[in-house]
């Protein structure tokens, strides 16, 4: 036997251990798992920059996000020149992070479901925020998903946005120290018994 033969069992002997290690559940590994429990709306971030390559690896993962019939209607605005973010804290202060996603979509091109004519542009919205917020989380980031914004006040001082419905903020960055960390509230899960109905 050869040291490249060597080197091979090696390999496979390293990588059969990382897979004991870190399988706790049926089906796949407890890395997302860890993502989904981790994640938690952060109140406050402070001034500690996103590095441009965690941004883009969130960015592509809101590029891959599923959309009805694939039309893939949403637009995605990154704010975080000190210009546009001091126009967005105008309307909204977005708990002081230093890169704002806006998640938008052209309604006319989403898909409209033929039984009750209702358009998929949120839901489409929807997945492109969860997929931003799940991988900022595994990136490292603090994130916090706002809701409560006016549409109209946010078109009017982004006038980029102003041909799409806005239908979600996500603030991104590195959680400033108290305020910053979970609250109480962040462990609160009903359980399954009361979630889950099967029929």
Not at 11 to 39: C, E, P, V
Not at 105 to 113: D, F, G, L, Q
């Amino acid at each position: 036997m050869n040291l490249k033969d060597i080197g091979k069992i090696l390999n496979r002997a390293s990588f059969s251990d990382i897979t004991q290690k870190i399988t706790k559940y049926k089906y796949g590994s407890d890395a997302f798992m860890r993502i989904l429990a981790s994640r938690y709306s952060c109140h406050s971030f402070n001034h500690y920059p996103v590095s441009e390559s965690k941004l883009q690896m969130i960015l592509e993962a809101g590029r891959l996000a599923p959309s009805a019939k694939n039309l893939q209607p949403t637009r995605i605005w990154v704010v975080k020149s000190e210009e546009a973010l001091a126009r967005l804290h105008t309307v909204h202060p977005c708990y002081g992070a230093p890169v704002v996603l806006i998640v938008g979509c052209r309604n006319e091109e989403a898909w409209i479901r033929e039984s009750d004519g209702v358009c998929a542009a949120k839901t489409d919205a929807a997945i492109v925020l969860t997929h931003l917020m799940l991988t900022a989380t595994d990136a490292g980031l603090a994130n916090m998903w706002i809701w409560d914004f006016d549409p109209r006040k946010i078109r009017e001082v982004l006038p980029e946005t102003r041909e799409h419905g806005i239908y979600g903020l996500l603030a991104i960055g590195h959680p400033a120290a108290g305020e910053g960390d979970p609250t109480e509230l962040h462990t609160e899960r009903k359980p399954l018994e009361e979630l889950v109905i099967t029929l």
